[in-house]
């Protein structure tokens, strides 16, 4: 069974816990991951592009100058998707991008994010965000301590003002509630900074 280092916010080890074999014994899953993530970054997508037909462009009555005799070529609209100031042919249109995935493999991806993260040595848990007052000084200097130094994605399971206020404005981070999780979160952060409290409730989400 995997096991995992338990510290504190001044890099301290202060303890030992397993890990559950369900979400993190098994080698990551690189096809699940694929599809999983590329379904969560097309549901990120807004989908409110729209450019204008040619029955939509404004003006373009009028023929610009006779069928014949002219030397030139036909031409029915100055907003002919040809011309300059014309319309665009078969440009985007708004449209949902979103796509369903059952909800095993979004869990299966998960899965496999965190178990991918403890292979590289990207996992960090921490027994606790007990911030005494709400300066992004202090929680930079925590991170230092603990190793992390890039870009890091950081998971806590309860309503922390202090923390919130704290990590908004340190570069990289970006922090989550455990429910919110997503493969793609944890994949495109260098590291996972989790509390103690957070990881037993998503361990016992993904079981």
């Not at 990120?44 to 002219?70: C, F, I, L, N, V």
């Not at 890091?152 to 404005?169: E, G, H, K, Y």
Request: aromatic share 4%; glycine share 8%; charged share 25%.
């Amino acid at each position: 069974m995997a096991k995992v280092a338990i510290r504190n916010l001044e890099g301290e080890t202060v303890g030992e816990r397993e890990l559950a074999d369900e979400v993190f014994a098994n080698p990551p899953n690189q096809g699940l991951l694929w599809a999983v993530i590329r379904a969560q970054l097309a549901g990120r997508r807004r989908g409110t592009h729209s450019t204008k037909s040619r029955g939509e462009a404004r003006g373009g009555g009028k023929k610009p100058w006779r069928q014949k005799g002219t030397g030139r070529a036909r031409a029915g609209s100055i907003r002919s998707s040809l011309w300059r100031h014309g319309s665009i042919a078969h440009g985007p249109k708004p449209r949902d991008y979103s796509l369903k995935l059952p909800a095993k493999m979004t869990r299966g991806a998960l899965r496999s994010a965190l178990a991918a993260k403890y292979i590289d040595q990207k996992l960090t848990v921490v027994d606790g965000f007990a911030l005494a007052q709400p300066k992004t000084r202090l929680f930079a200097t925590a991170l230092r301590k603990l190793g992390l130094e890039r870009s890091v994605l950081v998971v806590n399971d309860a309503a922390n003002p202090n923390l919130v206020l704290s990590s908004r404005n340190v570069p990289g981070c970006d922090l989550i509630r455990h429910h919110e999780m997503q493969a793609y979160d944890v994949l495109s952060h260098d590291s996972l900074l989790i509390s103690e409290t957070a990881l037993n409730r998503i361990e016992a989400a993904l079981r």
